[in-house]
């Protein structure tokens, strides 16, 4: 093969590269290490992930709470669960398997984008704070208002510079 047609070939292939889940992600590797490869790679959190799954329950919830709003779905039982990051215009979806978030494991990963509700044109709110939205209303009848007191105060530090979503957190309480 020529010089001249590798180059011309690894010029058109190199741009396809840029939108690839980081190289080093490997089958079976600790969910919290893969994620800090992800975010070193430039790729973040789908801020409106999980808007076409529904409310949060089980390891969705507490994935959230713990900070990891790139949660999509995750499954009962042998829990499988779907994070969606986004880099640019590119997708990147993880799935692990493990229910405790130390304890987690990368399974699979794409490139797949998540599925879209129709109302997405619309501003949403990030999955941080629909999830406190849908928790503040049903925090007395699960006896955990206090817990989410204080979500509210870490998203009011997290989002002090959003005039918006501070609108939004100041209506919650």
Known sequence: MSRVFIIVVASLVAPLLVHAAPAALKAGEPFVKARKQIYAAGWR????????????????????ERGYTEVDSCSEGLSFCIFQYTRGDACLRLQTQGEQIR?????????????RRADEE??????????????????????????TNRFLLKLKRKYAHDPAIMQILRSAN
């Open 103 to 115: 304890l987690m494991k990368v399974d699979r990963w794409s490139s797949e984008c998540r599925e």
């Open 122 to 147: 619309e501003i949403m709110p990030p999955a941080d704070v629909r999830y406190l939205i849908q928790w503040w209303n049903d925090c007395e009848l699960a006896g955990e208002c206090q817990k």
């Open 45 to 64: 959190a789908d801020p409106l992930a999980h808007l076409s799954s529904g409310e949060y329950s089980g390891v969705e919830r507490l994935l959230v």
